[in-house]
C-alpha cells in the first residue's frame, strides 16, 4: 500500500502496452526490480534497470532484471534510441541536474518511445492546507537534505513544461490519488479505492503526479 504509485503506473503500462507492443524497458531507479520484474513477468519485457546502490541492483539482478549500477546524474551506460518504455518512479525529486537527467531519458527511448515519470505534488490537497495554516508542505526539503533526500519539488505544469522543452510531448496527466494519502491503515479500502479514481480526475490536487510522455 505505501507504493500506491505504482499501481497506477502499472496499469497505465498495461494499457500503454497494447498500443505500443513494448519489447525492452529501463526503470530508472530501480531499486530491488521488483516492480521491473513483475513487468517482465506479466507482459514479457525485456527489463533492464540502473541503481545507484549495490546491494539494491544485487537484488535486481535476483529478481531477473538486467541492472546496472550507475549514478543517475551520469550519462546513462545505454545506446541512444534503445529503449521502448522508459520510467523512473519518485527519483526526479532526487537529482540536482533535471535538465540533464530527462536528456538523458529521451536519449535512451526510441521514437515514438514512451516515458513516464511520478513525483511528489508541491501543491497537492494537503500541502495547499498545510501552508493556508502557516505548516511546512509534505515532501519538500526544508534548510538541508536530509529524510528521503528530496531536493526539487514540482506542480504538474512546472514539469510539463519542462518535458516539452525537451521535445517531449504529455499524453497523460494523472495521480495516484486524489484528496489526501491513502497510505494510513485506518482509511477503509473503498476510500483508499475512491482516491485513486479522483486521481484522474482532479490530479493537480494529489499527492504525487504521475506524467507520461512521448518522444
Known amino acids: 500500500e505505501n507504493k500506491y504509485y505504482l499501481f497506477k503506473v502499472y496499469n497505465l503500462i498495461k494499457d500503454l502496452n ?3 507492443n ?5 526503470d530508472a531507479g530501480c531499486a530491488d526490480g521488483s516492480f ?20 539494491a541492483v544485487k537484488s ?3 529478481n531477473g532484471v538486467n541492472a546496472k549500477i550507475h549514478d543517475l546524474e551520469k550519462i546513462f551506460p545505454y545506446p541512444d534510441n534503445y529503449f521502448d518504455l522508459v520510467f523512473a518512479c519518485e527519483v526526479i525529486e532526487h537529482i540536482y541536474d533535471t535538465d540533464f537527467f530527462i536528456a538523458e531519458l529521451r536519449k535512451v527511448v526510441r521514437k515514438e518511445g514512451i516515458i513516464i515519470l511520478t513525483t511528489p505534488n ?3 490537497l494537503v500541502n495547499r492546507a498545510k501552508i493556508l495554516f502557516g505548516k511546512y508542505p509534505r515532501f519538500v526539503p526544508e534548510y538541508k ?5 528530496h531536493i526539487r519539488a514540482y506542480t504538474i505544469s512546472a514539469l510539463k513544461r519542462q518535458l516539452e522543452s525537451h521535445m517531449l510531448r504529455v499524453i497523460i496527466t494523472t495521480s495516484p490519488n ?3 494519502p491513502i497510505t494510513n491503515k485506518n482509511i477503509p479500502y473503498i476510500f483508499k479505492r475512491m482516491a485513486i ?3 484522474d480526475i482532479l490530479p493537480s490536487i494529489g499527492s504525487h503526479m504521475i506524467l507520461v510522455a512521448k518522444k
Open 122 to 124: 508541491l501543491v497537492s
Open 178 to 180: 486524489s484528496t489526501f
Open 18 to 20: 497494447k498500443r505500443y
Open 22 to 26: 513494448f519489447r525492452r524497458s529501463l
Open 145 to 149: 537534505v536530509g529524510g528521503a533526500g
Open 197 to 199: 479514481k479522483l486521481g
Open 60 to 62: 535486481a539482478i535476483m
Open 36 to 55: 521491473s520484474e513483475k513487468l517482465r513477468k506479466d507482459f514479457g519485457f525485456e527489463a533492464h534497470g540502473v541503481d545507484i546502490s549495490e546491494n
